[in-house]
C-alpha cells in the first residue's frame, strides 16, 4: 500500500478514531475534578485529616504538567498506537490501583502513575487525530475532541458527589475499568502506527527545565488554592517556576533540537489561540471551581443540589456543538473569536448577578448562555490554532499547545481562587455571596483580555478551514 492510499484508509476511520480519543480525554479529565466532593470520605478511609488528601488532587495534575512536554517525542520514538494504547492501559491499572489503595501514601504513587498515563495520553491522542485529518475536516475533529474539556468539569463534581454518598469513593476510579479495558482495545484496532521515520535525539535539558517550571507553577497554583495558602512556600514554588520558564525559553530558542519547538509561535493563527486562549481557558476553568462554593457558602445549597445547577452549563455546551461548524462558516474564525469572546466575559460577569432569590430558571438560562460561549471559543481556539500548521510540525505544535493549555487550566482554578480570596478582602463585613460576585467580576476581566489578542488575526485567518469543513 503507497502512502496516499495508507492515509486515505487512515482518514476513512477518522470518526471512530476522534470518537475514541474523545472518550480517553473524558476519563482523564474527569478524574481531575471528580474526587473533589469524595474527599472528606476517602480522608475518613485513611484516618488522615481531609485537607492531607490535597496531596492526592494535586499529584495527578503536576504529573501530567511534568510528563506532557515530553509526549510528542515519545510519541515519534516508539509510534503513536503503541503509546497511546500503552498510556490507556497505564491509566486504567492505576485506577484499578487507586480504587484499592489503603492509606495516603500509596493512594498519592497511583496518582502519579495515572498522571504520567493522561500525560501520555491526552496529546499523543489528538497528535493521532490531526495528522490524519485533513484540513477540510478539522473543524468537525477538534470539536469531537472539545467536548471532554467542557462537560468533565461540570459532571465530575455532582457525579463523585453521588458516588461517594451512595456506594463508595472506590468505584470513581473502578468506574474507569470497563471504560479503559474498551478504548484500549479500539486504540489497538483503530489507531494508525504515525511516527516520525527518523526522530532527534531527546533533550534532557529541555524536559528538566520545562518539567521543573510546570511543577513549580502548578504547584503554587495547588497551594493557592488550599484552605490556609502559605505566602512563603507559594511565592518560592512561583518564582521558581517563572526561573525555571526563563531559563527553559533561553534554552529552548538555541538548542538545535529542542524538547518543545517554538517555531510555531511564528505562526500568528497558532500564537492567538496560545496567548489570548491561555487566558480564556483560566477564565473558564475558574467558572466551575467558583460556581458550586458560591451556591453552597453563599446560597446555603446542598451539595447535590449546587452540583446539579451545572448542569445549565453542561446543557449550553451540547447544544453549541450543533452549531459550531455553521457558525463559524458563516462568520469566520476572527469575527467569531472577538464577538464570542465579549459574550462570554459578559455571560461570567452575569453569575455575579445570580442570586438565591433570583427564579431558577433565569439562573439556569445565564448558566445556558455561558456554557454555549464557552464550547464556542474552545472549539475555535482549538481548530485555529493547527489550521495553518504543516504536517511535518505538527508533533511539535501539538505538544507545546498541550503542555500550555494543562498549565492554563491549572492556572485557571488558581485565578478562581484569587479572586475570591480578593473579594473576601474588598468586602469583609458583607455577606458571603458578595465576595464570590467580586470573584466573578475579576475572572470576567481576565477573560475579556484574552479577546484583546483576537483583533490582531487576518480577517481571513482559518477561511480555507472554516469553507473546507
Known sequence: MNPAESLLTRQRGLGAVALLVAGTFFMENLDATVITPAIPRMAASFSVPPVALNTGVSAYMLTLGMFIPASGWIADRFGARRVFASAIALFTIASWLCGHASGLGEFVV????????????????????????????????????TWPALIAPVLGPPLGGLLAQHASWRWIFWLNLPLGLLALAAALLLVPDVREPDPQAFDWVGFLLCAGALLGLLSAADMLTGPRPAPGPMVLAAAGGLALLALALRHLSRSPHPMLELSSLRVPTFAVPLRGGSLFRMGVSAVPFLLPL????????SAVRAGSMLMAVFGGNLLMKLGTTQVLQRFGFRRVLVVNGLLNACAIAACALLGPGMPLALMAGILFVGGMTRSMQFTAFNTLAFADIEQRAMAAANTLFSAVFQLAMGLGVALGALAWHAGTLLAPQAAPSSAFRIAFVLVALVSLLGVRDSFALPRDAGQHVARGA
Open 110 to 145: 497511583m496518582r502519579v502513575l495515572q498522571g504520567i498515563g493522561g500525560a501520555l495520553m491526552v496529546p499523543v491522542g489528538r497528535l493521532v487525530v490531526l495528522r490524519v485529518t485533513p484540513k477540510h475536516r478539522l473543524i468537525q475533529a477538534i470539536a469531537t475532541l
Open 294 to 301: 458560591m451556591f453552597q457558602l453563599g446560597f446555603g445549597y
